[in-house]
């Protein structure tokens, strides 16, 4: 757990220099929620606190909800979202290392559904810290009273979301016009998406994850934006699927959950594959822009099922299992 954060903070460094205070003061304060959260539900299980909170559990569910919330995010929204992935879908179903689904995006996904407006109108402009609110003034407009007319001035829609929306009446060269864009593929975004890319090298090389489930995620979203993708006049090209939105973030921080997804290396790839193919269904057909915390946890219900047909062959043993066929009494 220690080595995922410290993986995390050259993308949350990116965050910050072009995004402003946001995503900082999302994760101080989820954080404090998390760990307020894990004590008090410790002391109830009777269980030493001490003990579980050095573990960095509830940490890392913590920075990754901050790093995923938008960067305007208000306080009660960011605090639904923590007690959620902590209390529920964590601790429901027995704590650390019974989870069946990613816990920091079952509380997103919460907090997505149940409130849209807060949580797709709060994405900051990639203006950069210089011209973003000051830290003082970020902390009194996320703790302040919330409102939409409050933050206009710093607020846009993400470069995916755009793009969507917009090429169906327009040219891709129109498009990229708007100033989200820049003068590269999604002015911020790719920085950020690099950033997030060297800390999951890091991990592998690590070896805290294996190559497994980012390589077939990210190879999964790459060949289905190049097959449906292709013009760039009529719908998002494979470069701004990788490069915008949490897609580096996804493949090595969030489907590379140990407990929630699956243990065989086939079935790591069969995982990645499906979080990838659900990736780009939702983000071109579905209502939200980006789709990382859905199609994780959908593949999170299948994941029992890959590790059930894709168990290594054990010594002594038949065949290994390579699928329903394969399958040996």
Known sequence: MQQVIIAALPGIAALTYFFGWG?????????????????????????????????????????????????????????????FA????????????????????????LVLISFPLPM????????????????IEHLAILFGSFSVENIDAFTAATPLDIYKHEI??????VVTQHASFGSLVAKGWEWVNFAFLLGGLYLILQ????????????????????????????ATPPLLHLCAGATMLGAFFIATDPVSGPSSKLG????????GLLLYIIRAYGNY??????????MNFAAPFIDYYTQPRTYGH???????????R
């Not at 038949?318 to 040996?328: D, H, L, T, V």
Request: proline content about 5%; glycine content about 8%.
């Open 289 to 298: 822009p980006d789709a990382i915390a859905f199609s994780v946890l959908l």
């Open 168 to 173: 169906s009446h327009a040219t891709a060269e």
């Open 268 to 275: 790591k790839l069969w995982y990645g594959a499906g979080v």
């Open 86 to 109: 902590v209390i529920v879908a964590k601790h429901l179903y027995g704590g650390m290392g019974y989870n069946p689904f990613n816990p920091a995006m079952a509380g997103y996904a």
């Open 23 to 83: 995503n900082l003061i999302n994760i101080i304060w989820c954080s404090l929620i998390a760990i307020g959260a894990e004590a008090l539900i410790m002391r109830l299980r009777q269980r030493p606190v001490g003990f579980y909170i050095k573990d960095y559990s509830a940490l890392v569910t913590a920075i990754l909800l901050g790093i995923a919330l938008p960067q305007f995010t208000p306080w009660w929204t960011s605090m639904v979202a923590v007690l």
């Open 120 to 135: 797709t109108t709060t994405w900051a402009t990639p203006d950069g810290i210089a011209q973003a609110p000051s830290f």
């Open 318 to 328: 038949g065949k290994a299992n390579k699928g329903i066929a394969g399958k040996r």
């Open 207 to 234: 070896k805290v994850i294996t190559w497994h489930t980012p390589v077939a995620l990210i190879t999964s979203l790459t060949l289905m934006a190049f097959a449906f993708g292709w013009d760039a006049d009529q």
